[in-house]
């Protein structure tokens, strides 16, 4: 087995696995994943071509019936997968809802979007009928290219997919360069760019093979050279499919980043909010359920899963104020600063005092009265409250149910100050 053999097999498996991890989304995601539904067709259809050139498959279904059955199979499924990724770009750049002048990238993909059904039906209709008819399939090839170069009906047939090929990897570095130069983030930038220098490798490759076999049929190549360009093209190929694999995920790992943060965001978040829902079981969509069975809840979007989480806990928050004096918030204040615990945590775990001794007077059966007061707002925006929350749910966590008991009873003393025997004088007292 060569080297290229193996690249071959690499680049297959590489675009399998980009295939199966975009396809939940793409499937079953939500509307702006769904968007993306056709260039998840894309990595599926090359996969299927790219499998079919390896070499064990290659061999066996060039020695099937169907002589040389593997090109014609490959052609058929790239040719899908250029369809599904010309109607990405569709569906991605054709859109422009502003009025005024359209934007040139904008009509360029509303053009392509009236001819690119129809070039890929007409592609394959023409494939089938001169694979059939005029390319030479007495015997099996191995390199179907280079064996058939200086043959007429097998360069037809090969100038016709070349020429679909070829228009369709302009289009795409076209649009993508495009989007390139006006992406605003790094990675979307760095991902684009490596897309736009695979479709630039994809222009190349079929210019320099079409122009191989026109000039064969002037002027039969040696066997050796005609190999010889069969692989340097081919490994040209294999690079173009890397670039493509790898740029067109580049931007999906943000967004992995994104739900792992989420993840995380949940598993420090759920005690806090279970409890808080335990409490008031009228308030959750659902009602609470442990840890697990709400990370598997794939029918909601882990974002919108986590919004709730917030909103709940703020909700929650707000009913309990009506259950506690407002001597609670500077008692809760007064326990935080205990060993002089810094800025950064005596914040959080102000709130979290504040919050298990308003859930431990409610319990108690406290009745409801005055909105207590509360904290100030430590967040201006959505992602801000839930990473202080996530710092309120880790101090939560260390708040023992006997100390939240004496900060609640520190600010119900009947003209007490609101402070708390500091621990360390307890332990000494004890």
């Not at 250029?82 to 750049?93: D, E, G, P, Q, W």
């Not at 007429?152 to 070349?162: D, E, H, I, Q, W």
């Not at 040696?222 to 067109?248: C, H, N, P, R, W």
């Not at 709130?351 to 409610?362: G, V």
């Amino acid at each position: 087995m060569t080297p290229l053999d193996v690249a071959g097999y690499l680049i297959a498996g590489l675009m399998t696995a980009v295939a199966l991890w975009r396809m939940p989304a793409a499937l079953w995601g939500d509307e702006e994943d769904r968007r993306r539904r056709a260039l998840w067709g894309c990595y599926a259809g090359f996969a299927a071509a790219l499998w079919t050139k390896t070499r064990a498959v290659r061999i066996g279904l060039n020695d099937s019936p169907v002589t040389d059955l593997s090109v014609l199979i490959k052609h058929y499924t790239a040719t899908i997968a250029i369809l599904a990724i010309l109607s990405y770009i569709v569906a991605i750049y054709g859109q422009y809802a502003d009025a005024g002048d359209v934007p040139r990238h904008v009509r360029f993909a509303r053009m392509i979007q009236q001819v690119a059904a129809k070039a890929s039906v007409a592609t394959l209709v023409l494939l089938t009928v001169l694979f059939f008819t005029v390319v030479d399939r007495s015997t099996p090839s191995d390199r179907f290219v280079a064996d058939h170069a200086g043959q007429g009906g097998a360069t037809l047939y090969m100038s016709v997919f070349y020429l679909y090929l070829g228009a369709a990897s302009a289009v795409c570095a076209y649009q993508w360069a495009l989007a390139t130069a006006g992406a605003a983030q790094r990675h979307l930038r760095i991902g684009l760019g490596m897309m736009t220098f695979a479709m630039v490798i994809g222009v190349g490759y079929t210019v320099s093979r079409t122009l191989f076999l026109w000039v064969s049929v002037i002027d039969q190549p040696g066997e050796a050279f005609a190999l010889k360009f069969d692989e340097v093209t081919e490994a040209s190929q294999v690079a173009l499919f890397a670039f493509f694999a790898i740029g067109a995920s580049i931007p999906a790992f943000s967004n992995v980043r994104r739900r792992a943060t989420l993840w995380r965001a949940q598993v420090k978040l759920h005690a806090l909010w279970y409890e808080l829902m335990a409490a008031f079981p009228d308030q959750p969509f659902d009602p609470p359920a442990p840890l697990l069975r709400e990370l598997t809840r794939f029918g909601t979007p882990a974002d919108l899963r986590v919004d709730r989480w917030a909103a709940d806990i703020a909700d929650a928050v707000e009913k309990l104020r009506h259950y506690v004096p407002d001597a609670l918030l500077p008692a809760a204040e007064a326990a935080a600063m205990d060993g002089n615990a810094g800025r950064e945590r005596s914040g959080p775990l102000a709130d979290a005092y504040w919050i298990k001794a308003a859930l431990s007077a409610r319990t108690a059966g406290a009745t409801a009265g005055k909105a207590a007061v509360v904290g100030t707002q430590h967040a201006t925006d959505q992602d801000g409250e839930v990473a202080w929350l996530v710092r309120v749910a880790a101090a939560y966590r260390t708040v023992t149910p006997e100390r939240a008991r004496q900060v609640l009873e520190s600010a119900a003393a009947p003209g007490a100050p609101a402070t708390v025997t500091p621990v360390k004088e307890q332990e000494q007292q004890a």
